[in-house]
Every structure is written in C-alpha cells, then in structure tokens.
C-alpha cells in the first residue's frame, strides 16, 4: 500500500463545475503540499498546509491531521485548470523528505 | 529571483553514456533534492542535501551520484546511462523544514531518454 493515496487517477468535469480531489496518508507527515503540473510542464507548488484550511482564488485546501486526510477543491472549474495535482506529506521523521501520491488527472472540458 | 534553474530540458544519451543534470537555486535554500518522474507512479526521491558538503541517498540512488559544494548548486551526475534511467527529472529545494511558509520551489524539469 503506497504511503500516499489520492483519488480519483482520473477526473473529467465540464466547465464550471466544483471539483474535489482526495488525499489520504499512512505516514506520520508535519504538513501537506498541494502541486500542480500541467502537460509537459514543470511543477508548482499551490499550497502548502500542516492545519486547517487555505484559500487561493478559485483552489481551496483542507487537511485533518487527525484523519490523515486532505481534499482539494476547485470552485467553478475552468479548461486551464486541466492538469496533474499531486499532494506530497512532509515526512515527521525525515525533516524535509516528500513522500508523493501518484496524482490526479484533471481534464476540464468547455 | 531566478528560482530553481534546471538545465538541459531535453537530452537524448547512448546506453553507457555519462551526463551531469544541472541545477541551481538563487534563493539560499539549504535543502536541495532530485526526483525522477516515471508514468503512472508518483516522484521518487534520488538524492537530496541538507547543506553545501552534506548529501544523502533517497529512494532510487542507484545509478547517479551527486555534490554539493556551494548551496547554490546541486548537480546530479549519470555515471553510465541506462534505458531504465529514461525519465523526467524535477530538482527542487526549499529552507530547512519544508514547511516554512515558502514550501517547496521545483525546477521546470529535464526530460532524459536513454537509447
């Protein structure tokens, strides 16, 4: 069982829509990333979060340290949004190590 | 701020071939890693650092090797290129902890193909 699952692989909403990607973790982790990697481009960091709940324009990103879980959602879904969100745990025991879900492909149709 | 600079993007090697990925960071971060990212599994982690003279194996060492003699650079080195080393390799560094308000800031990647 991999340390980090996040569901769905796959995901194909219409324009507009909300969207939810899932994360759930084994590992003990300090905090949470939040990536985004569009087709063959680099990867960037949306949000970083180790409590709570954080906002940035249309992403919104929850995490319950006592579950082992966190969701990310997009409100009001647009086609630039199409990419690969990935969420990566700050590893307790190792400091600075990511430990990285496989990834969620999003495709937004219009 | 350049960021984190990766350089080549695309490179083609013969099988036994040696090559050196560059990457640098122009923001003192004090932690640098390498991943390689493979088709349906997640990015692994090659070799990291957590200070200029300091490094350490990751996940997938084997095959590459690495230095850090400035905390500027961190360039990680094919000693004798194999297909399954054909991959996207992402470096990335951030401040000690990893989860100081900045995070993580990942290079654009370098796409390596070993024929």
């Known amino acids: 069982k991999n340390e980090v699952e996040q569901s769905p692989q796959n995901l194909t909403a219409q324009e507009g829509e909300f969207i939810t990607i899932n994360c759930s973790y084994s590992?003990?982790?300090?905090?949470l990333h939040w990536l985004q990697q569009h087709p063959g481009g680099g990867i960037v960091s949306l949000f970083m979060?180790?409590?709570g709940k954080k906002k940035h324009g249309r992403l919104i990103a929850t995490i319950n340290i006592q579950e082992k879980h966190s969701s990310l959602h997009i409100t009001a879904s647009h086609p630039r949004d199409s990419a690969v969100y990935i969420c990566?745990?700050?590893?307790?025991?190792?400091?600075?190590?990511?430990?990285f879900g496989a990834g969620t492909i999003l495709r937004v149709k219009s | 701020n350049a960021g984190v600079t990766q350089t080549p993007k695309f490179q083609v090697l013969k099988t036994g071939q040696s090559m050196t990925l560059q990457c640098a960071q122009d923001?003192?971060?004090?932690?640098m890693s390498w991943y390689r990212q493979d088709p349906g599994m997640g990015l692994r982690l090659i070799h990291y650092s957590v200070g200029a003279g300091i490094t350490d194996q990751g996940e997938v060492p084997n095959g590459y090797n690495v230095s850090r003699s400035t905390t500027e650079d961190f360039p990680l080195r094919l000693l004798s290129a194999a297909p399954s080393q054909t991959s996207v390799y992402f470096c990335?560094?951030?401040?000690?902890?990893?989860?100081?308000?900045?995070?993580?800031?990942f290079g654009s990647g370098t796409r390596l193909t070993v024929v």
């Open positions: 990566a745990g700050v590893l307790m025991e190792y400091g600075n190590k990511l430990v």
């Open positions: 990335a560094s951030s401040f000690t902890g990893g989860w100081n308000k900045n995070g993580y800031t």
């Open positions: 590992v003990g982790i300090s905090a």
């Open positions: 979060l180790s409590s």
């Open positions: 923001m003192n971060h004090e932690y």
